[in-house]
């Protein structure tokens, strides 16, 4: 029986590429590097800001640890100016997660900044949909790994197999599968259903409206 539902943000939530390409290529022009399309973010988002960078960087830099930590270090204090232009989540998202939090324990899971997570749950969501709302913190490995999913398990009082973890990627597939939880995957992010099917998804949600009614099918 599916106790508790940890949903990924980015892809997932809300569609957050416009003010994550605002933030990379506030960065990139910074340094003096090309700008790069949402189409690149696309392909580069899921494995946290670090990766991120890395990969918007020119290669030639990426290959570097020191000025890809440089970089990163700019990438911060701009997405801290962009990130909140992210104002809505996807249409119907807000009204299947509040119905969802009647029957279940909610949590956000992301790879983003902490601090981020926590204040885009706030900005997006009603107050107490969700019970934990995590970004990446210092010590604890990203997705999908599937150390922080433990930890949120613990803090709800459910076990992994008790959970469901909703994504739009492969990141978020594997996640679910490494930590023993129920992987479902949404078909309205940035992957698509083939790649999640491919990465071990056992339920696909077409829109957020159908997110209640499977869940609680299963």
């Known amino acids: ?28 022009e910074q ?21 991120l960078i890395r990969m918007s960087l020119p290669e030639d830099v990426g290959t570097d640890p020191v000025r890809v930590d440089e970089a990163l270090d700019v990438y911060q204090g701009m997405y801290e100016r962009t990130y909140k232009n992210t104002n809505r989540c996807y249409d119907g998202m807000v009204d299947a997660m509040t119905a969802l939090a009647q029957r279940y324990k909610l949590a956000i899971l992301s790879n983003k900044q902490d601090r981020m997570v926590k204040g885009l749950a706030a900005q997006l969501l009603p107050a ?28 709800l009082d459910v076990a992994p197999k008790e959970c469901a973890f909703v994504g739009d990627s492969d990141v978020d597939m594997r996640t679910a599968i490494n ?4 992987p479902v995957g949404v078909e309205w992010g ?29």
């Open 128 to 155: 107490g949909v969700v019970q934990i709302a995590q970004g990446q913190v210092e010590g604890v490995p990203t997705k999908p790994d599937p150390t922080a999913v433990w930890e949120i398990c613990r803090a």
């Open 190 to 218: 940035y992957r698509g259903a083939d790649v999640l099917l491919s990465a071990g998804a056992k339920v696909l949600v077409e829109k957020p409206c159908d997110l209640f009614g499977v869940i609680k099918g299963l």
């Open 1 to 28: 029986m599916i106790k508790a539902i940890i949903f990924d943000l980015d892809g997932t939530v809300a569609d957050t590429i416009c003010a994550i390409r605002e933030g990379v290529n506030l960065t990139m």
């Open 179 to 182: 930590a023993g939880c129920l």
């Open 31 to 51: 340094l003096g590097y090309p700008t790069r399309t949402e189409a690149d973010i696309r392909r580069f988002i899921n494995h946290g800001a670090r990766e």
